[in-house]
């Protein structure tokens, strides 16, 4: 079991940035996949990136592409999420994922408890 705790959300006015953070266990951070996803109010949750233990492959939900940008810091067992052009459609919660390839394809089994982003007009 993975534990994830989620850190950066809060209200900002459209155009502006967050930075988001997520703080796994030692023990099986660089072993795991991570991801970002996002609920808003009344919608399913969503995938919004996701990367590779090392570092060396994103992936990004078109929705943010161009605009967010997933990165790890494994000497501090964190992963982040630079969300720069916010727009109000980006309100949601956002939760930490981790997980592990199976066939190539992420597999993720460990969720934070989520923080909110509210994204102003």
């Known amino acids: 079991q993975v534990q994830l705790v989620e850190s950066g959300g809060g209200l900002v006015q459209a155009g502006g940035s967050l930075r988001l953070s997520c703080v796994a266990s030692?023990?099986?951070?660089?072993?795991?996949?991570m991801g970002w996803f996002r609920q808003a109010p009344g919608k399913e949750r969503e995938f919004v990136a996701g990367i590779s233990w090392s570092g060396t492959s994103r992936t990004y939900a078109d929705s943010v592409k161009g605009r967010f940008t997933i990165s790890r810091d494994n000497a501090k067992n964190t992963v982040y999420l630079q969300m720069n052009s916010l727009k109000p459609e980006d309100t949601a919660v956002y939760y930490c994922?981790?997980?592990?390839?199976?066939?190539?394809?992420?597999?993720?089994?460990?969720w934070g408890q989520g923080t909110q982003v509210t994204v102003s007009s």
């Open positions: 994922a981790a997980g592990t390839l199976q066939a190539g394809t992420p597999q993720y089994g460990s």
């Open positions: 030692r023990r099986t951070f660089s072993s795991v996949v």
